[in-house]
């Protein structure tokens, strides 16, 4: 199956600091990739979907503003949690999709922990 | 907006012994998808299924997609402990609609 990255596995940050985390699709090219946030023992929530060079479509009550997406390439995109509070710690998962695909695959996942 | 019912929340099994999960929804799907995801882990794909009335294996894994577009199963026959963990069902409406609606998930537990 298709190859997703994330990038960092783990993070610890302290509250009111930013949090970049990459989402890579390695061998293949991802037009379109999503962000979700996992709670413990919940399932996936999506927050948001971006295609290749255009704005992020967020989910209902997930601030734009706040988690910041940019999908520059086909191959990258990235999630930023500005101002970062405790209420931010969650694991937070990207996937891809190719151009003919029908699925998603996603990565590895990010734990954030705000501080 | 959509939803998946899964079912069961959880399972307690036997070494061994078969499995069998479902999900539901009160609206159509056109792809059926099953993902098992390990603790600290993404989902991994298992199994994706795209016409009504589908029966797909991989290995020990079988799901069928429903003649409704309504549901889904999954059954893992001959359970071993690698086999432990949350299984996810999610469905994509159409292929203009690229997001899919997830399961609540089946939490897996194997008695050795």
């Known amino acids: 199956g298709a190859v997703v990255s994330q990038h960092p596995s783990r993070v610890i940050c302290k509250s009111g600091t930013s949090v970049k985390i990459e989402c890579r699709s390695l061998?293949?090219?991802?037009?379109?990739m999503f962000w979700y946030r996992q709670f413990p023992k919940q399932s996936l929530m999506l927050m948001a979907t971006?295609?290749?060079?255009?704005?992020?479509?967020?989910e209902q009550g997930v601030e734009k503003d706040k988690f910041l997406i940019n999908h520059a390439s086909l191959t990258l995109s990235t999630l930023t949690v500005t101002s970062a509070h405790p209420e931010d710690s969650s694991f937070y998962i990207c996937s891809a999709r190719g151009q003919l695909a029908d699925t998603q695959y996603f990565g590895p996942g990010t734990r954030l922990t705000v501080l | 907006g959509q939803q998946l019912n899964q079912s069961p929340q959880s399972m307690f099994i036997q070494e061994g012994e078969d499995v069998s999960m479902n999900c539901t929804s009160s609206s159509i799907f056109n792809t059926w998808l099953w993902y098992k995801q390990d603790p600290g882990e993404g989902p991994v794909l298992l199994i994706a299924l795209y016409k009504a009335g589908e029966l797909t294996s991989n290995g020990r894994l079988t799901a069928q997609f429903g003649i409704t577009r309504k549901d889904s199963f999954l059954n893992i026959s001959a359970s071993i402990p690698s086999d432990v963990g949350i299984y996810f069902c999610?469905?994509?409406?159409?292929?203009?609609?690229?997001?899919?609606?997830f399961g609540q998930g089946t939490r897996l537990t194997i008695n050795p």
């Open positions: 999610a469905g994509q409406g159409s292929q203009g609609a690229q997001k899919l609606v």
């Open positions: 061998d293949f090219q991802a037009t379109t």
């Open positions: 971006s295609n290749e060079g255009s704005k992020a479509t967020y």
